[in-house]
């Protein structure tokens, strides 16, 4: 750690993995619930336990954006932060917020636009803290030195804080409603927060690598071209069936194919610059978790995207078990495995130690991604047979949910594995204060 | 290659593509607002019924167990087109009915099967969004979903 500053983002971090628990524990709850549905029912219905779900990893996301942000900016800007105090009155604003909105949850006091239920005060909360956050990170920025990374990255943050104002819009019209809604959620998830990933990826691979800066921030630029020019018009895909008019089948069609290029390069890119570095970092885990999210996140949001994205395919497959499998896949692979890498390259540094414990955390990872693979696999299943019997043959929904029964189950021991791995991850991070593993007996040569 | 793909060229291209596809973006919205006004949602008026009813509809967060026009979760079955599976799309006395009647029974404590809960809902209310679900069914959605079950 170069700058005191940076130290900021061990708060962000903390709280970040404190929200992940709770976001793991919810979907665990969840999914059990599909196994025996009367679970809670009368004290704790689905919806709001779903919407814990939801917002618990939205908000740890970004939280762990944030807390990147202020570790990396001074470090690329080769200066400390604007204001230390800033910093930590927009984490204080969003835990407040973060914790009034899970409050009111549980009195049943939430919205009914999907993942954006916050009470309006919270609402407001999150936007003082975003332009707190922008103002203090754009005055560091400025003060410094510019690079693609940071570019890139302040590009990303400002588009998404700014799209952020669309959920305080909300029509009488349930098609506007919704045209509107995807500002926000579409254009968050598969543009502005792909620049953040490209950004805080191009950082990490900067690090571990040691490949060239003019390389890797070149290959940036390209990257978060082709994240752009497909996923704004790709917002098309979620256009076909709630009004809007016809052509969007074709352009959402068309650009959502292309949707799968910037997570392709992202893959690729990861895995060249580790190929053409030369540099042996210490800190395996993060090169693991760095690698493994760009590889989840192309499967996920790429592959498992284009699945089911062309017109005459989501005619059948859309708002089904197909969709969560891609939901759970592309957000695992692309932000969860991408903010694991970061906490896992970052902590060491904001701990003031060696990279320790990589054993551990790497069981996190296998964990973690292999329990996430089984739940998409499951989920498709069950989707595709539920895409079958209900849009083709046409029986009724719940006949076909209790058909699905076995999947549920296989799809909750697979949560229960990452749930395992969460666990393990947050306690490799944070408790665990040596290498556990002790070193073998010494090879002797020439004996 | 390297002359041709400078880093600086990289950039030009990410910004001024960028700004070319919003731009583009933003011409297609507005005219999709504008059809989504004067035809797609025109078949029945947008009234304080329909207003209450969405209301009602997001107050209970019903989003995060149905999907409504295939939005939502995945819990419970879609309600886009439900008015027409309970055969009332165009009686909104029936309409009322059938889902006050089936909401008053909720929650089933069936065992095994999913528990949707019990909301104080009054009558205003009720009828609400009643009229909200068939407004929301008669919503030109290029056809989807493929048949009545939802």
């Not at chain 1, 490209?198 to 071209?225: N, Q």
């Not at chain 1, 760009?294 to 197909?322: D, E, K, P």
């Not at chain 2, 929650?107 to 679900?133: D, Y």
């Amino acid at each position: 750690m170069k700058y005191q500053s940076q130290k900021v983002a061990y708060a962000y971090f903390v709280v970040a993995m404190a929200l992940f628990g709770v976001q793991v524990a919810g979907g665990l709850l969840a999914g059990w619930i599909y196994v025996a549905p009367n679970t809670l029912s009368e004290i704790l219905p689905f919806n709001i336990i779903r919407m814990i779900h939801t917002n618990a990893l939205i908000v740890w996301l970004l939280l762990g954006f944030f807390g990147a942000a202020y570790y990396l900016v001074p470090e690329e800007s080769e200066r400390e932060i604007f204001s230390v105090k800033l910093a930590y009155l927009q984490l204080a604003i969003l835990v407040v917020g973060t914790l009034g909105a899970v409050g009111s949850y549980l009195v049943g006091i939430h919205g009914g636009r999907e993942f954006l239920e916050q009470p309006l005060w919270v609402k407001f909360g999150i936007l003082v803290a975003a332009v707190i956050f922008l103002v203090n990170i754009s005055l560091t920025f400025l003060a410094g030195r510019k690079t693609a990374i940071t570019n890139i990255l302040l590009t990303g943050l400002w588009l998404l804080c700014l799209l952020w104002v669309f959920a305080f819009i909300n029509p009488n019209n349930l098609s506007l409603d919704k045209l509107y809604w995807w500002m926000v959620i579409h254009l968050w998830v598969e543009a502005t927060w792909e620049l953040v990933m490209a950004a805080i990826l191009g950082f990490l691979m900067l690090k571990l690598t040691g490949v060239d800066r003019e390389v890797i921030e070149k290959w940036l630029y390209v990257i978060v071209a082709t994240a752009l020019f497909s996923g704004i018009l790709g917002t098309g895909h979620h256009f076909y069936w709630i009004g809007a008019p016809g052509y969007w089948q074709w352009i959402g069609s068309i650009f959502s194919t292309f949707e799968v290029v910037p997570f392709f390069a992202m893959m690729s890119f990861a895995f060249v610059m580790v190929w053409k570095g030369r540099k042996n970092h210490p800190n395996k885990a993060a090169l693991l978790w760095s690698l493994g999210s760009s590889t989840v996140a192309f499967f996920g949001a790429g592959v498992w995207g284009f699945l089911h994205t062309l017109h005459g395919v989501n005619f059948y497959t859309h708002g089904t078990q197909i969709t969560a499998a891609h939901g759970h896949l592309a957000f695992y692979g692309a932000y969860v495995a991408l903010n694991l890498a970061m906490f896992t390259y970052a902590m060491p540094h904001l701990r003031g130690r060696d990279p320790y414990n990589q054993v551990l955390n790497m069981v996190s990872f296998w964990l973690m991604t292999g329990g996430m693979a089984f739940m998409t696999f499951t989920l498709t299943f069950a989707g595709t047979i539920q895409t079958h019997m209900q849009r083709i043959v046409g029986d009724y929904y719940m006949e076909v949910q209790d058909q699905l029964g076995l999947f549920y189950m296989m799809r909750f021991g697979s949560g229960i594995a990452v749930v395992l791995g969460a666990i393990l991850f947050i306690y490799s991070m944070l408790v665990v204060r040596r290498e556990i593993v002790k070193p073998g007996p010494l090879a002797v040569p020439g004996e | 290659m390297p002359e041709l793909l400078t880093k600086s060229r990289a950039r030009n291209v990410f910004y001024g593509g960028s700004i070319f596809f919003v731009v583009v973006f933003v011409a297609l919205t507005a005219q999709s607002h504008r059809h989504i006004v004067n035809n797609a949602t025109a078949g029945m008026p947008l009234t304080e019924a329909v207003i209450l009813g969405k209301h009602v509809w997001e107050r209970h967060s019903c989003i995060n167990c149905h999907t409504l026009h295939g939005e939502g979760a995945y819990f419970a079955p879609e309600v886009g087109n439900v008015m027409t599976r309970w055969g009332v799309m165009d009686d909104a006395e029936g309409a009322y009915e059938i889902l006050d009647s089936w909401m008053q029974a909720q929650p089933s404590g069936i065992e095994g099967r999913r528990q949707m809960p019990h909301f104080e809902i009054t009558e205003e209310e009720m009828r609400g969004l009643a009229e909200f679900l068939r407004w929301a069914d008669q919503t030109d959605t290029q056809n989807w979903p493929p048949n009545d079950a939802g």
